[in-house]
């Protein structure tokens, strides 16, 4: 149980286009939906926070019009990155909290993004 | 504030050594904690956890002891395997978030 899945899992685009993640919880109900970049040989950043019907919380100094982030449903959370330029480029992780997982995230594989 | 520090890799080990990675943090009241592993191009799988003080975690092998009085989540494994190279962090949940540390990518050689 407790699976999330992320799609796709490699995208490569042309500098100026949008590219649209999607994150979703397979088996449950996701109460709080989060999404982290992961720059080579580093840890996680979180970028935001979501809860389902709301908006997102972003971190200090994301920019929230160039991550666009809805929180459609229960399931289903979408990461859109605006105008992708190569220094958005980066691995691109969401993850999940249930109501019954108290405190303990489940995360997905993973998306890499590749801006040419 | 609230934060993780991690002992610093890369570690590079023989298989069937023994391994220790370091992890101490500083929270007010006593968290939970976490080791979340991460393998070559995929997300992070919850290896373990200890919800709290002087509970022992344990799977596949490893263990850590949530230490109040040091303030620690010491890793350890007692004969590590190829298939164990990964990043390993430690986190802690506070206000709703994780707050990672910065990660200890360990590489078993056979």
């Known amino acids: 149980g407790a699976v999330v899945s992320q799609h796709p899992s490699r995208v490569i685009c042309k500098s100026g286009t949008s590219v649209k993640i999607e994150c979703r919880s397979l088996?449950?109900?996701?109460?709080?939906m989060f999404w982290y970049r992961q720059f080579p040989k580093q840890s996680l950043m979180l970028m935001a926070t979501s809860n389902e019907g709301s908006k997102a919380t972003y971190e200090q100094g994301v920019e929230k019009d160039k991550f666009l982030i809805n929180h459609a449903s229960l399931t289903l959370s979408t990461l859109t990155v605006a105008s992708a330029h190569p220094e958005d480029s980066s691995f691109y992780i969401c993850?999940?909290?249930?109501?019954?997982?108290?405190?303990?995230?489940?995360f997905g594989p993973g998306t890499r993004l590749t801006v040419l | 504030g609230d934060s993780v520090t991690q002992m610093e890799g890369p570690v590079t080990l023989s298989e069937e050594a023994f391994l220790t990675i370091n992890c101490t943090y500083t929270?007010?009241?006593?968290?939970?904690l976490f080791w979340y592993v991460q393998y070559p191009g995929e997300g992070l799988q919850l290896l373990l956890k200890a919800t709290k003080a002087d509970d022992k975690g344990s799977n596949k092998g490893f263990e850590a002891t949530y230490r109040k009085e040091t303030t620690s989540f010491h890793l350890e494994k007692g004969s590590v395997q190829v298939s164990d190279s990964a990043v390993y962090f430690c986190?802690?949940?506070?206000?709703?978030?994780?707050?990672f540390g910065q990660g200890t990518e360990l590489s078993v050689k056979p």
């Open positions: 986190a802690l949940p506070i206000g709703g978030k994780l707050i």
């Open positions: 929270a007010t009241g006593y968290p939970s």
């Open positions: 993850s999940a909290l249930t109501r019954r997982s108290y405190n303990e995230q489940f």
């Open positions: 088996d449950f109900q996701a109460t709080t």
